[in-house]
């Protein structure tokens, strides 16, 4: 029987992912399948990057998993790591506007008001604000045709103040992106689709969201959102690593140059190999791909997908030495507010157990659009920064332990309003000039972990179901 052969470029989460999904599918097929991945650096697992120092457990990147979105979970407990899965501290959250913290008001969905006494009883908006915000269940549903701004969606509803203030801070956070300039179909389209069936936004969340569970019993902790592991989110990159076969991955090798024959394509790597492939999921970044194609003038196209630079500021004090320190899991920063911060966790609070006792781990990001100069500052630079902006509101009288700062430069693929019509034009040229060849990852289709071992999976599928009509 002949041997099909798989090549996957890129080892963060969708890579892994992938790699994993498809050894899973081809164990429980009766054909025969080589899988390999190629990863350019030194590491696997993209941003996922845990350390361990001074009984502080770090993330140099995303420090949770969305918790209702099931292909994590499903992941973990696949890997056999539930038992080691830790739960978010629950607690307030805050809004800093000008120079003072507001409680982030309750009954609310990614920011979006779904109830209305909460939003009445916050000290966020003014009088004014909320007025213009309640329009919403009066104003009629969007007749905009086609994609439109998640932001212009916005304002349209609830107005100004309360984008300014509580959704932007939130979605733009998230994103790390321009709401006025995010599509919403490609990112929100719950949004729209809740509009459109029930004219009012907060009404449609109301309807279509699932109910929120009542209070727990007093002797039962309130589970939160995300999830996490004891040990950092790299161990699931290590135990994904540890379940592939021992020849399956290469890293500190390029794909150079990636040639179609007339039987499948010929993948040239800088270490002087030449891998041969059947099929070829691309899970490199979308800025990687037209260089690895540069034949294909279509693909091209990918560097129109924008893409945003952040940096993630780690700091340890003592407790003792933070004047102000709220009680709360973090704060995010409206965008007219005079700071470079662009949020702040405060992970001793948000994750208890990587905190040692008498300690506190500051999590601060920095990498607003209009702002990207500031990611390319020296280390001292972006510290002192964070360190002016935080003492305006916890009065720290002290110099951290110790700080580390990660880069992302150009990482944070932004999905501006027509996305969804640029990807699918891309895949219907890619199908039709390179069959066999499969774009997936964060560029396209979400960002998030969850929706990148989602998107590993869904490319295992659809790469055997390739190879079988082949």
């Not at 990918?302 to 704060?331: C, E, H, R, W």
Request: some cysteine; hydrophobic content about 35%.
């Amino acid at each position: 029987m002949e041997t099909k052969k798989i090549v996957i470029v890129g080892g963060g989460i969708t890579g892994l992912s992938a790699a994993y999904h498809l050894q899973k599918q081809v164990s429980e097929s009766n054909l025969s399948y080589d899988v390999k991945l190629v990863e350019a650096s030194n590491r696997l697992g993209g941003r996922i990057q845990s350390m361990h120092k001074d009984g502080f457990t770090i993330e140099l990147g995303p420090d949770s998993l969305l918790a209702r979105k099931p292909a994590a979970a499903k992941l973990v407990e696949e890997l056999g790591l539930s038992d080691q899965i830790i739960r978010n501290g629950t607690g307030q959250s805050y809004i800093l506007i000008k120079n003072k913290l507001h409680k982030m008001p309750k009954g609310a969905y990614m920011g979006v008001p779904k109830e209305i006494q909460p939003l009445l009883a916050s000290n966020v908006f003014s009088i004014k604000g909320k007025l213009r915000a309640l329009m919403d269940q009066v104003i009629p549903k969007s007749n905009v045709k086609g994609d439109q701004s998640l932001g212009m969606f916005m304002r349209r509803r609830f107005g100004n103040e309360l984008v300014d203030h509580q959704i932007d801070p939130l979605l733009s956070g998230i994103h790390s992106g321009d709401i006025d300039k995010m599509s919403l179909k490609a990112i929100y389209p719950l949004f729209y689709e809740a509009e459109q069936k029930h004219g009012s936004l907060m009404k449609g969340l109301q309807k279509s969201l699932p109910k929120v569970p009542k209070k727990p019993k007093a002797d039962k902790k309130a589970e939160g959102a995300f999830m996490s592991l004891e040990k950092g989110l790299e161990t699931l990159v290590k135990r994904l690593v540890e379940k592939l076969e021992s020849n399956t991955i290469t890293i500190n090798t390029a794909v150079d140059h990636i040639e179609k024959k007339e039987h499948g394509y010929h993948l040239l790597l800088s270490n002087g190999e030449v891998y041969k492939a059947d099929a070829v999921i691309m899970a490199a970044p979308h800025t990687a791909v037209p260089a690895m194609l540069s034949q294909y003038d279509f693909l091209k196209t990918l560097y129109d997908i924008p893409a945003t630079s952040t940096a993630n500021v780690v700091m340890s004090f003592n407790q003792s030495d933070i004047k102000k320190d709220i009680d709360g899991t973090g704060f995010l920063v409206s965008r007219d507010s005079n700071y470079r911060i662009t949020a702040c966790t405060w992970t001793h609070r948000k994750w208890p157990s990587t905190t040692p006792e008498g300690k506190a781990l500051l999590r601060c990001y920095v990498g607003k659009p209009d702002d990207q100069g500031i990611v390319d500052l020296s280390d001292e630079e972006i510290t002192n920064i964070v360190l002016k902006d935080l003492n305006k509101i916890m009065k720290i009288k002290a110099k951290p332990e110790f700080s580390m700062i990660t880069r992302y430069k150009n990482a944070r693929p932004q999905y501006n309003v027509g996305h969804l019509e640029r990807v699918a034009e891309l895949r219907a040229n890619t199908s039709k000039e390179l069959p066999g060849i499969f774009l997936t990852g964060s560029s396209y289709d979400g960002v998030g972990i969850p929706d990148c071992i989602e998107h590993g999976e869904k490319s295992a599928t659809d790469v055997l179901a390739f190879l079988n009509k082949s």
